[in-house]
């Protein structure tokens, strides 16, 4: 199957610096990336929809200023937490398709993000 | 009310029993469904789509009623691989992202 990786796989920072994700597609071409959000013990929460070229769509209550996503080329989109807290503390995860009919979503990794 | 909801286990099973996880959607425009499974500090992992019309996949059997919006998930001769979170996802009209419900945690026992 399709393999999108996801970097870095942890991180830990303190509070206030910015932490940059990226995720991308390594055999496909990748029109939409989704970038989720899940807390222990929780499900996945979409946080934004990225679309190759355009500006990503976000989630209701999701801050688009703290929470910057890229998405420049075909094969790979950013995420950037800004300003991280402790309350940001999650693991991000992100998908990618290339659409089509059945537009399978390939899952990254995850990146495991501990803000001190 | 959560858009999909899971009972969230966790089911604790000896290997070879059958076991059944259930899964209700709120959204009456779902559209795909799917079932994932989840192991500790992963990614989430297709198990298998949901169809109306019910479909296997060696020991999984999945099963979706749309008009009583609920999807299921049985597990035979269940094995120590098995143990993991399974999520309930589904898509909607309009809406390429997926939606996930909490997971129903399974244990199998030796």
């Known amino acids: 199957g399709a393999v999108v990786s996801q970097h870095p796989s942890r991180v830990i920072c303190k509070s206030g610096t910015s932490v940059k994700i990226e995720c991308r597609s390594l055999d496909f071409q990748a029109t939409t990336m989704f970038w989720y959000r899940q807390f222990p013990k929780q499900s996945l929460m979409l946080m934004a929809t990225?679309?190759?070229?355009?500006?990503?769509?976000?989630e209701q209550g999701v801050e688009k200023d703290k929470f910057l996503i890229n998405h420049a080329s075909l094969t790979l989109s950013t995420l950037t937490v800004t300003s991280a807290h402790p309350e940001d503390s999650s693991f991000y995860i992100c998908?990618?398709?290339?659409?089509?009919?059945?537009?399978?979503?390939?899952f990254g990794p995850g990146t495991r993000l501990l803000v001190l | 009310r959560k858009e999909v909801e899971q009972d969230p286990g966790p089911f604790n099973v000896p290997e070879g029993a059958t076991v059944a996880f259930n899964c209700t959607y709120s959204?009456?425009?779902?559209?795909?469904f799917f079932w994932y499974r989840q192991d500790c500090r992963k990614e989430p992992k297709l198990l298998m789509s949901?169809?109306?019309s019910g479909n296997e996949d060696g020991r999984f059997t999945a099963q979706l009623n749309r008009a009583s919006q609920y999807i299921s998930l049985l597990i035979r001769d269940s094995k120590l691989s098995d143990s993991a979170t399974y999520l309930c996802?589904?898509?909607?009209?309009?809406?390429?992202?997926?939606?996930f419900g909490s997971g129903t945690r399974l244990q199998v026992q030796p």
């Open positions: 959204n009456s425009a779902s559209q795909s």
């Open positions: 949901v169809y109306s």
């Open positions: 998908s990618a398709t290339s659409g089509g009919i059945q537009e399978t979503q390939y």
């Open positions: 996802v589904v898509t909607h009209t309009g809406r390429r992202a997926l939606t």
């Open positions: 990225s679309n190759e070229g355009s500006k990503a769509t976000y």
